[in-house]
DNA sequence: TTGTAAGCGTTATCAT
DNA sequence: ATGATAACGCTTACAA
């Protein structure tokens, strides 16, 4: 409970707190035996200093926050995990805020977020999200922001996102590389900019293999409802000829699709291929037919929060948008055994 | 960047920062008037106490740190939730580390949180964690101290937990209930308290239902590998009788089991039974065959901090354990086998 | 009822 | 090279 302090080595030691201050911190001008004297007593008493005071002293708090939709999400809690890898490592914590799809929440998040004098923000936004002046007010008064995955237009700083059109691009090739023809495609709501970057993808891969593009085979999927989606199931095994594969762009698009063809005795790959665009990680379990586009959640969160840490430390500040791409992998499954999954309980 | 202090309003006002305290905090003895006024205006412009300056006089930060082994699990991602939901409610911040399973890490996130002068801690211990040293300093300190999950048998605290007996008992049962008569128990390391209440539980099922138990059936998973997890399948399927259901003790083991099984070409449910002790979201699209029984990861985390939260406030110090086990849920899918088909292995 | 001042732990700016 | 002191924003005796 009790903490030492600095008052406390400088007591016990007879010098002053400044000198003690000035020790531990490494400054200029002090005697080395009296450094020496400082530094061995603090580690023998496992000196730690009060973050709240530096924070108080500097103005900062040596803490950063992220706000997502959900953790209990494959996808952003890898993240977190790159962004909690790089933030410690650079003498940062992390405190976490979830907006559960919900924009007051995320307003209230924000606004605690200021409160909190964190000294920047990592934040991908809600998809009820439309308004962002919770958010560009912030950003205006030059409050260090980074956005990643779900990102706004609206704002213009560093934005760290999956490379979705070339993700959309190899999904696809892979499906027609393997004789596919007509290829539907199941997406999130047409206004989103992930969904024309993977769009854009999948009309590329069909451009680079002579496939026309055919609008009817496309489905934007807005509410993320069961009903929704069997309406969608419904017309894509409707329609003449009917679709030879799918290829769904996210992982709840894709475990619905999945559930409902199974509920139809529809086996992937013998009656319909079906490719994903997931993080989900026991997707080889569901069906080898699932290969999959992963996206490097970890690396996003690193990289989000490497940025932010700079725009901190070198007190910069962003008036145009950078966007970064990582790159998307194809997961092709073979027969033989791959490794466990991380997931577990205890 | 620049927030409005408690000075600003005083200025503006011509009020000293104690009046404004006062009125801010709703003190005894204050004009009626000047209250409105102060209040009026700290509401136009959204004023907002810096916690950090708080947390430095009253010696607490109003943040409570979290220490799991890793967030990108479905469990642990949930009972966090929890965890936030009520301490943002209470006006608490969480922040979060993760133990990557590694006794140092832990150990190196305990001192940080001590550093950071959080009011308290829920923890729940990384399996490489033996000596709770790190963790009994802070309590016989006071420190406020809490265990979900993964509890230490070593320290006398709150700790909140699955009702695991009771969990296995279910999972047993149900097998047992629909015929099986040889089932085998694939569980973590025998240490464990979870593990030794879980194998009670399972054997209490056993003898309900007037079976012996039998020691050969029974497989300790200590390193979570797939290839320990490959010769613990491999004797299961050997041994003769060979058993006509398995019952495995966490969703990690689980997903390995049934991955497994599937490269051998074994179909749940038709040649063994499978069930799993699991958090696992799509556990029912692996297989029908995949029974569950579900441990309450977000009221543990709920309950866990709100016993945190009573230990902070009133300044208890507990000094002997309490327990809390919260119930498990049988899922039982629908009827297995009939319309769902099966998974052609490879 | 309000103002003054001290103090929380730390660091920076002066002196010495 | 070291010490005294002020300051960060806030709360709280104590004074007025």
Same mark, same amino acid.
């Given at each position: ?119 920047? #923000? ?6 009820? &999200? ?6 560009? !007010? %912030?950003?205006?008064? @030059? *409050? ?110 894709? #475990? ?6 199974? &509920? ?6 013998? !009656? %319909?291929?079906?490719? @994903? *665009? ?69």
């Amino acid at each position: 409970m009790e903490a030492i302090t600095i008052k406390d080595i400088a007591k016990a030691l007879n010098l002053s707190t400044s000198t003690v201050s000035r020790a531990l911190r490494d400054s200029y001008e002090i005697n080395v035996e009296t450094k020496r004297l400082v530094l061995e007593y603090a580690t023998k008493m496992d000196y730690r200093p009060n973050p709240i005071a530096q924070g108080l002293k500097e103005n900062r708090s040596r803490a950063i926050a992220v706000i997502v939709p959900e953790i209990a999400n494959n996808f952003f809690s890898e993240a977190i995990t790159g962004i909690e890898d790089v933030a410690n490592a650079m003498g940062y914590d992390v405190v976490i805020f979830q907006s559960h799809e919900s924009y007051e929440k995320e307003v209230s998040n924000v606004r605690n977020v200021v409160a909190r004098r964190v000294d920047g #923000l990592l934040i991908s936004i809600s998809n009820q &999200t439309k308004d962002v002046s919770h958010l560009s !007010d %912030l950003h205006e008064r @030059g *409050f260090p922001l980074v956005f990643f995955d779900r990102v706004s237009d609206d704002i213009d700083t560093y934005k760290v996102v999956a490379d979705n059109f070339s993700g959309a691009f190899k999904a696809t090739d892979h499906l027609l590389s393997t004789g596919k023809k007509r290829i539907a495609h199941i997406t999130s709501s047409a206004g989103l900019y992930i969904t024309k970057e993977r769009l854009s993808g999948y009309k590329a891969a069909l451009e680079k293999h002579e496939i026309p593009f055919d609008a009817n085979l496309v489905h934007y999927c807005v509410n993320f409802g069961y009903k929704e989606m069997e309406g969608i199931i419904e017309s894509i095994l409707s329609v003449d000829p009917m679709p030879d594969a799918i290829f769904t762009a996210s992982d709840r698009l894709a #475990l619905a699709c999945f559930e409902i063809l199974l &509920t139809r005795g529809i086996r992937c790959p013998e !009656d %319909l291929a079906l490719i @994903g *665009f997931t993080n989900l990680k026991v997707a080889h379990l569901l069906s080898p037919a699932l290969t999959t586009v992963t996206q490097p959640a970890f690396e996003i969160g690193q990289t989000a929060v490497e940025l932010l840490i700079d725009l901190i430390e070198k007190k910069k500040r962003m008036s145009s948008t950078f966007m970064i791409k990582l790159p998307t992998e194809l997961v092709v499954r073979a027969s033989s055994g791959s490794k466990v999954p991380g997931f577990g309980g205890s």
